[in-house]
């Protein structure tokens, strides 16, 4: 029998190879998202695989991370505290619909760090097209009167297409610099989706202002994006650290320096004065 709890799920057109998540140490079951990716949108079921008569304990985290600080903010926060706001069990092998974004963890034994997590996403994630998602990733260029006037204005979509219009210099090159912003979200969000949405992420933001690296190099714990030159600043270099997290496995933390500073916010001028390539 289909069980409606609160949870997510994702629909991906064109995929039918079910994308299987093994439990860590030793639990001993699988989760199956119905994709090939490490998350699932609202309205679409994920399957615990494993043995009828076990107990799965599943934890909801309605967390909403923070955007990834600017490269040269050093020593940056670590976001809201994570905490869960409900705890339900669910049965092996029977479909589980999702109506809830956020970052769900599913264990058979509570009293260790074993078990399984992934991310519930919006229905229309990763190339979002309702306004309260479109809005949050333009934080990387916004001020915080305008991110303002998108959330609580009156007419948040015209907000958002005189900003465009008004950084652009004309419709057309509106036009331009929404589809560049938009489809370099898209491609994070689908590129480095791990416990939260990757815009929200440290490739994210580089690869959404900087756009995609000219080099991408293997060094001591982690990759490098290398950029042969901008804004006259020569080869501007960021190093990612490969990190492990208890709930989706592998992510990457930026190594920050004051030193990003000039290039960032040069960048960024770029983007409000519409100049950007």
Same mark, same amino acid.
């Given at each position: 029998m289909k069980q409606t709890v609160k949870i997510i799920a994702v629909v991906f057109i064109g995929i039918i190879t079910p994308f299987i998540l093994q439990a860590q140490s030793v639990s001993n079951f699988t989760v199956n998202l119905g994709s090939t990716a490490k998350y699932v949108r609202e309205g679409e079921n994920f399957t615990i695989q494993g043995d009828n008569a076990q107990r799965y304990f599943v934890y909801h985290f309605s967390t909403d991370f923070m955007p990834a600080p600017p490269p040269m903010v050093e020593n940056?926060? &670590?976001?809201?505290?994570?905490i869960i706001d409900s705890t339900f069990e669910v049965k092996a092998n029977e479909p589980i619909e999702i109506a809830t974004t956020g970052l769900y963890f599913i264990q058979t034994d509570t009293t260790s760090r074993d078990g399984v997590g992934f991310t519930a996403m919006p229905s229309d994630f990763p190339k979002y097209r309702k306004m309260r998602n479109i809005y949050p990733p333009m934080v990387y260029i916004s001020t915080q009167n305008e991110m303002m006037s998108f959330k609580t204005g009156k007419r948040p979509r015209e907000a958002f297409e005189n900003f465009w219009i008004n950084v652009a210099g004309s419709p057309d090159n509106a036009k331009r610099l929404i589809k560049l912003y938009f489809e370099r979200v898209s491609e994070a969000n689908t590129q480095f989706?791990? @416990?939260k949405e990757g815009w929200k992420t440290d490739r994210g933001i580089v690869f959404i202002i900087f756009g995609a690296p000219d080099e991408i190099s293997n060094i001591d714990g982690g990759i490098r994006w290398s950029y042969d030159s901008n804004l006259n600043h020569g080869q501007v270099e960021f190093d990612f650290i490969e990190d492990i997290n208890q709930?989706?496995? &592998?992510? @990457?933390v930026l190594k920050r320096s004051y030193d990003y500073k000039r290039v960032w916010f040069d960048t960024v001028k770029?983007?409000?004065n519409g100049t950007i390539q």
């Open positions: 940056a926060s &670590t976001g809201n505290p994570m989706s791990e @416990y709930f989706t496995g &592998t992510h @990457y770029k983007w409000r």
